[in-house]
């Protein structure tokens, strides 16, 4: 089954898994599996011979970790979930994000509340990182609208990335011991200090092989008009890193709204990089008409890219897990919608097609050529 495209779509009701040969022409649906329990995590594991897996949460049944070994033809349990010590005080509520760690069947899972937790058994036991998740700002970070979520893990040799809602940007230089904030640059609108220490709603973060030192942030913008306390605070919404994420920059002049949730690079181009910007109030698309926007010089500016999306009346959310791009010579992007459709971008986003149009509302859409 050699270069196969293989799309795991997280979902309200479980994790659906599509397949289709390289020209990506029709997929195949297989799913839901976790039937009727919300997926807001997904990996396609490509080391060695390839491993699905899925978060799979409800109060009811409990925190769970689902893992294919067949490409998503099933799905079954790992021996166990991440769990906080008994002592700990707090409780798991949702696994936000999935990630490959240095050994070969290592993980990493971020949590709500914000913790981080790694498996060095391919995900069937799990031990807290206490470098972050016992950090002195723990317990001060308070839960954004979609709670308070580790949703970005971004490895680079020694350094380690998170992102938090409603924490910030935390590094490592020593691969997970110890963390620190760093949010120069980082704006938050909802606070009295424009820019604190620690504290803002970072919404996604992103970065390429090819550009040492360079980071992309989509962080929770919207507040041009703001008239509270500190003022208007213009552009915080779409940022850039050249130092390691030490400080930050603003790219969002251009965009029609610095307001969104997911954040892509192009696997080719370090420079080219996809937003989808969202009306504030909202969260929904501006004046009712989707668009995802590029830049191809690494944020100075943007251009529109909307051929074949809906033209008007389409209010749809992508939420911040919901879009990948595939490392196939042309690739293309894909999102899913709040609405259940998922969509196509071929050629690097320039041309779109709605490939299913009925699935429940989608969190978190990955792609991998197998």
Not at 85 to 90: E, F, I, S
Not at 186 to 198: L, R, S, W
Not at 205 to 221: K, S, T, V
Not at 260 to 270: C, E, L, N, S, Y
């Amino acid at each position: 089954m050699a270069d196969r495209v293989i799309l795991t779509i997280g979902t309200k009701k479980g994790v659906f898994v599509a397949e289709a040969a390289k020209p990506r022409r029709k997929f195949e649906l297989r799913g839901p599996f976790g039937p009727g329990v919300p997926v807001y995590s997904t990996l396609i594991d490509t080391r060695g011979t390839p491993r699905l897996y899925a978060s799979s949460c409800n109060p009811f049944f409990g925190m769970k970790v689902l893992r294919s070994t067949n490409v998503g033809k099933g799905f079954e349990e790992t021996k166990s979930g991440p769990a906080f010590p008994k002592d700990d005080g707090r409780a798991l509520i949702n696994i936000w994000s999935l990630e490959p760690g240095g050994g070969k069947k290592e993980l990493w899972c971020g949590v709500e509340p914000a913790s981080l937790f790694r498996s060095r058994d391919g995900g069937d036991s799990w031990e807290m990182v206490p470098g972050i998740s016992n950090h002195e700002h723990a317990r001060k970070w308070q839960p954004g609208n979609g709670g308070l979520c580790m949703h970005t893990i971004i490895r680079d040799g020694n350094r380690v990335h998170l992102g938090i809602s409603t924490g910030g940007h935390y590094l490592s230089e020593d691969g997970g011991d110890t963390f620190k904030a760093s949010n120069q640059g980082v704006g938050a609108g909802f606070a009295p200090d424009p820019y604190p220490e620690f504290g803002q709603c970072v919404h996604k973060i992103a970065r390429h092989e090819d550009a040492p030192g360079r980071l992309y942030m989509q962080n929770h913008g919207g507040w041009a008009d703001w008239t509270g306390p500190g003022g208007p605070r213009p552009d915080i919404g779409v940022l850039r890193s050249d130092d390691h994420g030490r400080s930050w920059r603003s790219i969002a002049s251009g965009l029609p709204s610095d307001f969104g949730f997911p954040i892509v690079v192009h696997p080719h181009d370090a420079d080219t990089v996809y937003v989808v910007p969202l009306e504030p109030a909202t969260r929904s698309c501006p004046g009712g008409a989707p668009a995802v926007w590029r830049s191809e010089n690494g944020g100075d500016s943007w251009s529109r890219l909307a051929r074949g999306l809906p033209k008007k009346q389409s209010y749809f959310t992508i939420l911040r897990d919901a879009m990948d791009i595939d490392h196939l010579t042309a690739p293309s992007l894909y999102f899913g919608t709040t609405t259940g459709q998922l969509w196509i971008g071929r050629e690097g986003g320039e041309k779109w097609e709605c490939v299913f149009d009925s699935l429940p509302p989608i969190h978190n859409v990955k792609v991998a050529v197998v």
